[in-house]
């Protein structure tokens, strides 16, 4: 498969998995912190939850500030191995330059950088964004993060690499352009150039009642720049990260407001699924809308696509949607932080628990999840392997589970870098931690820890204009039925 956007292009309906076998081999004891070589900070985890969150906040925005170049693009990752500096990557991509604005943003909002080092970065950020090729206003996946070119080769393979416009990526950098924008007003009229052009009917398809296969009224997972040529697939759940780009497009008045109902809240009950689904037909806005859910361990609620935390908790750290659907998304957040709790502690018995795509301990990356939760037969596998970015992603559903598990990884596996923050991932099984940081990570823990110690710091701009006129309304009368 070519690279594309290889954290989400399986998440939609349709896409073909990456099934991950569930592993059978009984649990191996965690080796000592001193065994990994990593630094460990023990006394620090001893410290009150507070000062904690703001300690790892500190080591999270400082490897952000160390992968991010000359240039001024935040790079893919960073190898923690190697001795001295580590290196950031060469590749980059928008979400990861989105993660890095909002990044900066928040360390300005927790004092961890000044207002003047704030306007410098983001002044050279945007700079670096606005000399970026684009294409129908948008932004292709792979960049050179020193240089800005484009990427044609896979630097570590070599492999050719077909430029692509990722309808989920590109929301991600319109948010951290967004934010960028309210956090420095300096900045307004420049990113409302850079984003003029970005139209987000580009990338959907509208609704056909006599063909509703090919006219489903979604977003399509993108399009090959070099001919034109859509994914075959759109991205059709609702619980998962592309709802971002449904939210900028509606909000912005590019994509009608009846889309959002035309995405799934499970698939119908005659197509092959995870579960056969509970629920029921009504009709909202004109729309059939089949409201279905998933129960598992007695506990209904709305699945992602694959079963991963970012899948359904990436969103919520820009758009309020459990307060503007208390009822509904507020409900179906709790009951799927708990459902990844009770599957790492209680059903597989780790000891650990967050699972979602990260990097693999061992070198690459995959999909892991809670395959119950998840609408895929071959589901995302949690396999084992914990990543620190899922907990942080659960602080407001859980913050004390969350603070515990994050304080485990911490001491019993090595597993946090003063100075970076945690390391990607861990296989909880074999003791094995991830040699990486990765930006898309690094950027979720960054925005999880503003929005628990600073409420609403990086939300002020999906809280007015037309998220409050036109994407308010659809959350507030949003009914799942759980």
């Known amino acids: 498969m070519d690279r594309l956007d290889r954290r989400t292009l399986l998440t939609a309906a349709g896409a073909a998995a990456l099934s991950v076998p569930a592993l059978s081999a009984p649990a191996l004891a965690a080796p000592s912190p001193a065994a990994t070589g990593a630094p460990q900070g023990a006394k620090s985890l001893h410290a009150s939850p507070t000062t904690l969150l703001h300690k790892w906040f500190r080591d999270t925005y400082h490897s952000i500030e160390r992968m991010t170049t000359d240039f001024g693009l935040t790079a893919d990752k960073a190898d923690l191995s190697r001795p001295g500096k580590p290196v950031p990557s060469r590749n980059t991509s928008p979400t990861n330059i989105g ?156 994509l009608p407001a009846a889309h959002y109902w035309h995405l799934l809240r499970t698939m119908l009950p005659e197509h092959e699924q995870e579960q056969t689904p509970g629920g029921s037909y009504t009709t909202v806005d004109g729309v059939r809308v089949w409201n279905g859910h998933y129960t598992h361990r007695g506990r209904k609620l709305v699945p992602a696509w694959g079963g991963s935390m970012f899948e359904a908790l990436m969103v919520p750290l820009f758009v309020p949607e459990s307060t503007w659907g208390r009822r509904s998304w507020g409900v179906t957040h709790s009951r799927f932080v708990r459902s990844q709790i009770e599957h790492g502690l209680d059903e597989e018995k780790y000891g650990y628990w967050g699972f979602s795509p990260a990097n693999i301990p061992e070198g690459g990356y995959r999909e892991y999840g809670v395959d119950a939760i998840g609408m895929q037969v071959e589901g995302y596998q949690s396999g084992g392997v914990v990543t620190p970015h899922a907990s942080f992603l659960a602080l407001p559903q859980a913050r004390r589970e969350a603070v515990a598990n994050l304080r485990s990884i911490a001491r019993d596996f090595g597993a946090y870098h003063e100075g970076y923050g945690f390391r990607d991932s861990v296989d909880v099984r074999t003791g094995r931690v991830s040699d990486f940081v990765l930006a898309l990570d690094q950027g979720m823990i960054a925005a999880a820890l503003a929005q628990e110690l600073r409420p609403g710091l990086l939300q002020r701009p999906f809280r007015t204009g037309g998220f409050a006129s036109r994407v308010r309304p659809l959350l507030e009368r949003e009914r799942f039925s759980i």
């Open 99 to 254: 993660c890095g604005l909002w990044s900066t943003v928040a360390a300005a909002g927790l004092g961890v950088i000044s207002r003047a080092t704030l306007h410098r970065r983001l002044d050279h950020m945007v700079t670096a964004v606005e000399r970026l090729e684009r294409h129908h206003g948008f932004w292709v996946n792979w960049y050179d993060a020193h240089d800005g070119s484009v990427l044609t080769r896979w630097p570590e393979t070599g492999e050719a690499v077909r430029p692509f416009l990722s309808s989920v990526d590109n929301a991600w950098l319109v948010t951290g352009l967004r934010i960028a924008a309210d956090a420095d007003p300096a900045l307004r009229r420049r990113t409302a150039r850079i984003l003029a052009g970005a139209d987000w009917s580009y990338f959907y398809t509208p609704y056909d009642p006599a063909d509703p296969v090919k006219g489903p009224g979604q977003l399509r997972g993108g399009f090959w720049t070099d001919t034109g040529e859509p994914t075959p697939h759109h991205y059709g759940a609702l619980n998962t990260e592309p709802r971002m780009a449904s939210y900028l497009g509606i909000a912005d008045g590019s």
